[in-house]
C-alpha cells in the first residue's frame, strides 16, 4: 500500500524499471573481522563504477579488497574497506552518507567549488615555480580558497580556485581574467617552455583529481622520461588480450597507497575502456589490481601500439600522486600573501615542491606541502628545521608520510600477482567474484 501511495501514477512496468534503476546498497561489519564491506548492485552503465569508487575514496577510505562484476545489464560489486588507521568503520554518519550516496549514484551529484574561479596550469615543472605562481596571484589580490598541484615526468599540473580579495566573490571581470592568464602563462614559459606552457580560467565546478589526471594526461606526460629518477619502485602493468572471451586483462602490480583504485579506474574509464570484471587485492604494502576491459565499443584492444600506450598511461597515473619527500604540515591563521610568503621560504631554501594540498576552513590555512631538495633527494632535515624557525614551529610540523595501516590479511583466497603468480582463467574469475559477491555457494 505504501509503494502504491509513492507512485500513484505509476503502472507496475515503470515501478519495476524504477526499482532496477535504484542501486541497493548494503554496508555490513559482521561479515568480516577486520574491514567494513559495501555491497553494491543495481544497473550497469558506463561509469558507474569510477563513480563508486570515487565516494569511496573521497572519503579517505583505504580499500584492501574489490570483486567488480557487470555482465548483461547488471552490475555488482563488494568492497573491504577501513579507515586510514585500518578501522573498521564505526561512524554512523559516515555509513548513512556512503549509503545515500551510493544509493543516488545514477544521478549527478554536484561539488563544492561554486562560487569559486577555477585556474588551470600545465608546464615544466622547475625549483621555485609554484611560489612564483602564488606570488603574482597575490599580486593581483586573488584569495586560494582550494589548489591541487601535482608534478610527473618534470612536468606540472595545478588547478586553483580562487575569489576575489576584496568581494569574496568569483572572478567573472574579463580584464582581470586576461591579466591573469597572461602572467601566469609569462611564469609557466620561464625561459624554455614557450610552447607546452598553458593556463585557462573557468568558473566551472568539477572534480579536482579527476581534472588533474586529464590535464596531465593532455600535456602527454606519460610519454615523457623522468627527469629525476625516483626512488620509489614503478608499478608493473601487464596487458593481454583473452581473444575466446572477447577481453583485455590488465594487471597491475604497485605500491599500495589510499585512492590507488581510483587512479586506475578513472584512466580506464577516461580512455574510454569498460570494466567487466575486476579483482583487487592487497598484501602488506603491494596491491594486486586485475581488470577485465573492452572498449566502449564491445572490442579488445587492437595492437601492439594501444596496449603500450594503456600500459604506459596506467603507469603514469599510478605515478602521478605517488608522495615524493617529505610532508609539511602547515595549518594557521589564512591571510593575505601566506601562500606566496611560504613558498617563497621554500625556494629560497632550495626546497622543491613535488604535491601540494592547498584548503581553507573557517579562515584557517590547512595546507600539506611535499618536498625535496632542488635535485629531487630527500631533503637535508637542517634545512627543514630551518624552515620551520622561519615559517613557525608551532604553524609547520613534519609528518611522516600516511602509510596505509595493513592488518593481517584475511587469508580466505590467494593473492593474484602480475603475469599470473597464480594464473586463473576467466571463468575462474568470474566465479570467483559471484562467490564474493554471495550470488553463488562456491567457486572451486
Not at 595545478?158 to 611564469?187: F, H, W
Amino acid at each position: 500500500m505504501a509503494e502504491l501511495m509513492e507512485w500513484p501514477c505509476l503502472d507496475e512496468y515503470e515501478k519495476l524499471v524504477i526499482r532496477m534503476n535504484t542501486p541497493r546498497v548494503v554496508v555490513d561489519n559482521a561479515v568480516s573481522a577486520s574491514t567494513t564491506v559495501v555491497k553494491v548492485d543495481s544497473a550497469r552503465k558506463h561509469g558507474i563504477l569510477l563513480e563508486a569508487v570515487q565516494i569511496l575514496t573521497d572519503l579517505n577510505l583505504s580499500i584492501k579488497k574489490a570483486y567488480i562484476s557487470s555482465d548483461g545489464r547488471w552490475f555488482m560489486d563488494v568492497f573491504h574497506v577501513t579507515d586510514l588507521n585500518g578501522k573498521k568503520l564505526t561512524d554512523e554518519s559516515v555509513i548513512s552518507y556512503i549509503e545515500q550516496s551510493l544509493g543516488c549514484i545514477h544521478h549527478v551529484r554536484s561539488n563544492s567549488f561554486n562560487g569559486l574561479t577555477a585556474l588551470e596550469l600545465t608546464g615544466t615543472d622547475r625549483l621555485g615555480l609554484l611560489s612564483e605562481v602564488f606570488a603574482v596571484l597575490a599580486d593581483l589580490e586573488c584569495n586560494v580558497v582550494e589548489s591541487k598541484m601535482w608534478t610527473h615526468n618534470g612536468r606540472i599540473a595545478a588547478l586553483i580556485y580562487v575569489k576575489d580579495c576584496d568581494s569574496g566573490n568569483p572572478i567573472e571581470d574579463s580584464q582581470k581574467i586576461n591579466r591573469i592568464e597572461g602572467r601566469l602563462r609569462n611564469v609557466l614559459k620561464g625561459d624554455n617552455d614557450i610552447r607546452s606552457a598553458k593556463t585557462s580560467v573557468s568558473l566551472a565546478v568539477t572534480h579536482t583529481e579527476r581534472r588533474l589526471h586529464q590535464m596531465m594526461f593532455a600535456d602527454r606526460d606519460y610519454e615523457r622520461k623522468p627527469i629525476i629518477r625516483s626512488a620509489s619502485e614503478s608499478p608493473v602493468v601487464t596487458v593481454q588480450n583473452w581473444l575466446e572471451k572477447g577481453y583485455s586483462d590488465v594487471n597491475v602490480q604497485c605500491k599500495d597507497r589510499t585512492k590507488l583504485l581510483f587512479d586506475v579506474v578513472f584512466t580506464l574509464t577516461d580512455m574510454q575502456y569498460v570494466v567487466f570484471h575486476a579483482t583487487i587485492n592487497t598484501s602488506g604494502d603491494k596491491a594486486y589490481l586485475e581488470f577485465y576491459i573492452r572498449h566502449t565499443d564491445g572490442t579488445p584492444i587492437s595492437s601492439e601500439a594501444e596496449r603500450q600506450r594503456v600500459i604506459q598511461c596506467l603507469q603514469a597515473a599510478i605515478e602521478r600522486r605517488a608522495s615524493e619527500g617529505v610532508r609539511l604540515e602547515l595549518s594557521t591563521e589564512d591571510r593575505r600573501g601566506l601562500l606566496a610568503d611560504v613558498t617563497r621560504t621554500f625556494r629560497e631554501n632550495g626546497l622543491n615542491v613535488t604535491r601540494a594540498e592547498i584548503s581553507t576552513t573557517s579562515e584557517i590555512a590547512l595546507n600539506v606541502f611535499y618536498v625535496t631538495d632542488a635535485m629531487g633527494n630527500p631533503a637535508d632535515p637542517k634545512i627543514i628545521e630551518d624552515v620551520r624557525q622561519k615559517i613557525g614551529l608551532s604553524n609547520l610540523k613534519v609528518k611522516e608520510l600516511p602509510l596505509i595501516n595493513h592488518r593481517e590479511a584475511e587469508r580466505d583466497e590467494p593473492t593474484v600477482g602480475v603475469g599470473g603468480t597464480v594464473l586463473l582463467s576467466l571463468g575462474s574469475l568470474v566465479r570467483r567474484n559471484l562467490y564474493n559477491l554471495g550470488l553463488i555457494r562456491s567457486y572451486s
